[in-house]
C-alpha cells in the first residue's frame, strides 16, 4: 500500500495542530512570572530575579534566614551567583490555592552542589510578587 502525498500532509498538520494545542496548554499552565524567574536563574541575572520580589522578602540561602530588601537581595544573590553558577535547572513543582497565593519549586545544578529553590508568590495589587525565597 502507497502512502499519497495527501495523505503525508494530513499527518503532518495533525501533528502541528497537536504540538500547537500542547504548548499552548502549557503556557496556561505555568504563569510567566515563573518562566521570567527561570530564565533569570539560567543566566545567574540577580537583577532579572528580584525584578519580581516585593519591597521586602524573606531570603533563605546558605541557611541564613533573613528579611531583606529588593536591593539586598539582588546583592546576596549576585554573590551566590558568584560562588555557584547555575549550570542546570528546572521546574520541579508548582501549585498554589488559585486565589492570591502560589508557589514554584526550581531544581538547580550548580558547578558545587544540587540545590531546591522554593519561591511563594502573592497577588499584590493585581501584579504577581515573590514574598519569599528560599534554597535547600
Same mark, same amino acid.
Given at each position: 500500500?502507497?502512502?499519497? !502525498?495527501?495523505? @503525508?500532509?494530513?499527518?503532518?498538520?495533525?501533528?502541528?495542530?497537536?504540538?500547537?494545542?500542547?504548548?499552548?496548554?502549557?503556557?496556561?499552565?505555568? =504563569?510567566?512570572?515563573?518562566? @521570567?524567574?527561570?530564565?533569570? $536563574?539560567?543566566? &545567574?541575572?540577580?537583577?532579572? /530575579?528580584?525584578?519580581?520580589? %516585593?519591597?521586602?522578602?524573606? $531570603?533563605?540561602?546558605?541557611?541564613?534566614?533573613?528579611?531583606? #530588601?529588593?536591593?539586598?537581595?539582588? $546583592?546576596?544573590? &549576585?554573590?551566590?551567583? !558568584?560562588?555557584? =553558577?547555575? &549550570? #542546570?535547572?528546572? +521546574? /520541579?513543582? @508548582? *501549585? %498554589?490555592? %488559585?486565589?492570591?497565593?502560589?508557589?514554584?519549586?526550581? %531544581?538547580?545544578? #550548580? +558547578? !558545587?552542589? &544540587?540545590?531546591? +529553590?522554593?519561591? !511563594?508568590?502573592?497577588?499584590?495589587? *493585581?501584579?504577581?510578587?515573590? /514574598?519569599?525565597?528560599?534554597?535547600?
Amino acid at each position: 500500500m502507497r502512502i499519497s !502525498k495527501q495523505d @503525508n500532509i494530513k499527518k503532518l498538520m495533525k501533528y502541528v495542530f497537536s504540538l500547537t494545542v500542547v504548548s499552548m496548554l502549557f503556557s496556561f499552565q505555568i =504563569p510567566k512570572v515563573y518562566s @521570567n524567574i527561570l530564565e533569570g $536563574l539560567k543566566k &545567574n541575572d540577580s537583577k532579572a /530575579v528580584v525584578k519580581y520580589f %516585593g519591597s521586602t522578602v524573606n $531570603l533563605s540561602l546558605n541557611g541564613q534566614d533573613r528579611i531583606s #530588601t529588593k536591593f539586598q537581595s539582588e $546583592l546576596i544573590l &549576585n554573590n551566590f551567583f !558568584k560562588e555557584y =553558577p547555575i &549550570n #542546570t535547572i528546572k +521546574i /520541579v513543582s @508548582n *501549585g %498554589g490555592n %488559585g486565589q492570591s497565593t502560589s508557589y514554584v519549586v526550581y %531544581g538547580i545544578k #550548580t +558547578i !558545587k552542589e &544540587n540545590f531546591q +529553590i522554593v519561591v !511563594k508568590f502573592m497577588e499584590i495589587k *493585581g501584579e504577581t510578587t515573590v /514574598v519569599e525565597f528560599k534554597m535547600y
